[in-house]
């Protein structure tokens, strides 16, 4: 059952999946019912608490007389916008988010957006102003980008991760189907007090608070930015920790296929026709010709390897029977779901989760296939070729062909498969890759899921001449 929720339908995946300046002691967490609890804050409510007594959350809340003072200013102002920005979707965080700027709508045309960063945030000051910045707009979605000056001043990544459960579980309560992208935290430097290995602590101990919550996206924006010792490419972030237009660009294209399928943006079905000679495999409105097949023993040995061997391995669950979805818009599970003409293979809760959605039909005569593909940050997928796979990934970050000239991250790649006598190769926008694989005589054509998000269109397919 897909379920329709406000004007932009956002909840069309959320139904099919159930999915800087960077103090003061840190004190044992509040309660989580704290969080959405109304903040005493003496004559003036939008202003900074005068201590900690009695505020949610634990560790530094920043009081320099620069932030009092910014802080004051961005929330009386933003008292006044409440109405014009009620269902945005909001952006919530510190500098890097209000250093946007008007930036942040024209980033993202067509859908509306509030930015409530506060330059120097922590995530307990977040915590502090969830209700009167964020949930009183009653948001479409809410993207949450947090956590670097709770290192500049101190604070612990097991304190910094509790305080963001607590904003998870204020935005919980107050609308249990309200999307939510959590961003990893942005690499930085030593030299900023945001040392790589308390940033990837931070980022590990984030995606195990979401994991398993079919409401959140866990975006994995850290290796966007990373150099290969972990801290920001200066190219991109010249004070090594604020973005500069480029990176902003980068983080924007992150977002929007993410956008795309909780349906905020590109609602509009592709026009596309196949080239003559070419017929269609996916048709652009619903499954039919798609299923789910038993899983081998093959696979089965597999699974039961990777997961004796590796306390992370992926989730891997077992199909048991043929299951056909013709005419239905996302499998029961909902990892594989229609969406604005594209067959999109969802974020995992679990982070990652192996499964295969193939066509019903086999194909035993030589092809040409056709198809463009679309990933988030470091999304791992994969073509099956009568069996064999073929990798389909965000290749810039996660490989095996990391030096692709053509490749464009984030954006729309098409991948062209011909299979002849055996053999099948490849090439992503023209461009070879550097692999043959052999196939066999017969087999249907397949789509795995594994880590990230993989959206597919355009599928085509055309037979060869014996």
Known sequence: MLIARGPIGRSLLWAALLACLGASPATPLSDPGQASAPIAQGRDPLALPETDAG??????????????????????????????????????????????????????????????????????????????????????????????????????????????KLILAGLERHDPRMPIVLCQVFPSSATKKRPADAIKAINLLYQAAVKNDPRVTYLETWPLFAEANGDALPAEFPDLLHPNE?????????????????????TRADPFAPEEGFESLFNGRDLTGWGYRPTTEADKASAARWQASDPNAAAWPFVSAAASFDGMRATPDGRFAVIGGRLVVTTPPEYRKI????????????????????????????????GPQLQVRD?????????LERYRPQEWNELEVTVEDGRARATCNGERLDVELPVPASGPIGLEGDRGQLEYRRIRIRTLQP
Do not use: C, M
């Open 55 to 164: 505020l949610p959350g634990a560790g530094p809340i920043r009081r320099y007389d620069w932030f009092q003072r910014l802080w004051r200013e961005r929330r009386s102002a933003w008292a006044g916008e409440v109405e014009q920005d009620r269902h945005a979707v909001v952006f919530l965080g510190d500098s890097i988010t209000q250093g946007w700027g008007g930036g942040l709508g024209a980033a993202f045309p067509g859908v509306k957006v509030a930015n409530r960063g506060i330059s120097g945030d922590t995530t307990r000051g977040v915590l502090i102003r969830l209700q009167e910045d964020v949930l009183q707009l009653d948001p479409a979605a809410v993207v949450l980008l947090i956590g670097t000056n709770d290192l500049e001043e101190g604070a612990s990544p097991d304190v910094i991760a509790g305080n963001l």
């Open 395 to 403: 290749y810039r970050l996660a490989g095996p062909w990391k030096q």
């Open 355 to 386: 499964q295969q959605l193939w066509t019903t039909r086999e194909f035993a005569r030589d092809f040409v296939l056709r198809l463009e593909f679309r990933a988030t940050p470091n999304a791992d997928s994969g073509v099956f070729l009568r």
């Open 246 to 266: 480029a990176g902003y660009a980068k983080w924007a294209a992150a977002l929007r296929p993410v956008f795309a399928t909780l349906g905020l943006s590109e």
